[in-house]
C-alpha cells in the first residue's frame, strides 16, 4: 500500500491524505485514484468522464469534480450489471451511465 501510495502522489488525493476507506461517489468501488468532489467526497477521474452532467472545477488538475448538476434520478437507478452478477450492496451504489447504444444504465467503471 506504501509504495502504492508513492507512485500516485499528486494524482490520488486520498492517498496524499491516507483516507483510505472512502468510496467514489459515481460508483460503489473504494479502490483506485481518486479525487475531492465538490461536495466534500471522492470520486474517480474515470468515472467523473462518463457520467455527461459531471464537470471539473479546473481542467488542468482535473478537481474538484463537480457533482451539483448530475440530477438525482441517476443516484436512483439500478444498475443492471451489478444486478446480474447479484450484488445488491453496488447496484444501488453511485450514479448509473445510460448506455447510447442499448438505453441501458450501468455504473461507468
Not at 58 to 66: R, T, W
Not at 86 to 91: F, H, I, L, T
Request: proline share 5%; charged share 25%.
Amino acid at each position: 500500500k506504501q509504495w502504492y501510495q508513492r507512485r500516485v502522489r499528486g494524482i490520488c488525493q486520498r492517498c496524499t491524505l491516507d483516507m483510505s476507506g472512502e468510496r467514489c461517489r459515481l460508483c460503489p468501488f473504494s479502490d483506485g485514484a481518486l479525487k475531492r468532489t465538490d461536495s466534500g467526497g471522492w470520486a474517480h477521474i474515470l468515472c467523473a468522464q462518463y457520467i455527461p452532467e459531471v464537470v471539473f472545477g479546473k481542467n488542468y488538475s482535473m478537481e474538484p469534480i463537480i457533482l451539483a448538476h448530475v440530477p438525482g434520478p441517476r443516484f436512483e437507478q439500478v444498475c443492471y450489471i451489478c444486478d446480474e452478477k447479484g450484488d445488491d450492496r453496488a447496484k444501488r451504489q453511485g450514479a448509473c451511465m445510460q448506455c447510447n447504444v442499448q438505453w441501458i444504465d450501468g455504473h461507468s467503471s
